[in-house]
């Protein structure tokens, strides 16, 4: 743990090989195409391109997939040390302190179609309206867990990172060029 802790805090970045096994990932799959065939809750065509299929709220639609990964306990670990905020407030005459413990905020399969261009480099908390001023990746508000169900390359659209980018300020742009694929 305090290797994957430290090329975290490092890198802001961690591949872990064979975190779900094979198995798994199988059941996984097969409950993703059951809600893919039912077209529930299901978008073709996002910010990707008209052929990507999107299931979204996941957690209710898989458990294998929430026992795998949001229950895993590396990633729980991984996430309570990354994103648990104590802080202390006064409610009267005392002081009382209180842990906030994380939210899943989204959990979502996404099978990316034939011909899709790639997404611009983006920082995943821009919806969160978090200002980046220094570099300490506990100030963040989001973490990113993917988990691939199947082979992953750059030319069959690998999700792009930019190691070390989480110490940069809201100016910084990425550049193409210090991209490296999961």
Request: proline share 4%; hydrophobic share 40%; aromatic share 6%.
């Amino acid at each position: 743990m305090d290797d994957i802790l430290n090329a975290l805090y490092t890198d802001d970045v961690v591949q872990i090989a064979n975190l779900v096994p094979v198995d798994v990932v199988d059941k996984i799959k097969a409950e993703v195409d059951r809600n893919k065939k039912a077209k529930a809750d299901v978008t073709k065509g996002d910010i990707l391109n008209t052929s990507t299929k999107t299931v979204y709220g996941l957690a209710a639609k898989s458990p294998a997939a929430v026992e795998a990964v949001i229950a895993h306990p590396l990633v729980k670990t991984v996430r309570e040390n990354a994103l648990n905020r104590t802080t202390s407030a006064w409610f009267g005459d005392e002081r009382h302190t209180a842990t906030s413990k994380p939210l899943l905020s989204c959990f979502f399969s996404t099978r990316v179609g034939p011909g899709a261009p790639r997404q611009g480099l983006h920082r995943d908390d821009q919806d969160h309206h978090v200002h980046h001023t220094h570099a300490d990746l506990r100030g963040s508000s989001i973490m990113f867990c993917g988990v691939a169900l199947s082979k992953i390359t750059q030319a069959n659209g690998a999700t792009e990172v930019i190691p070390g980018s989480w110490a940069w300020d809201d100016e910084r742009k990425p550049e193409q060029s210090e991209a490296a694929y999961a």
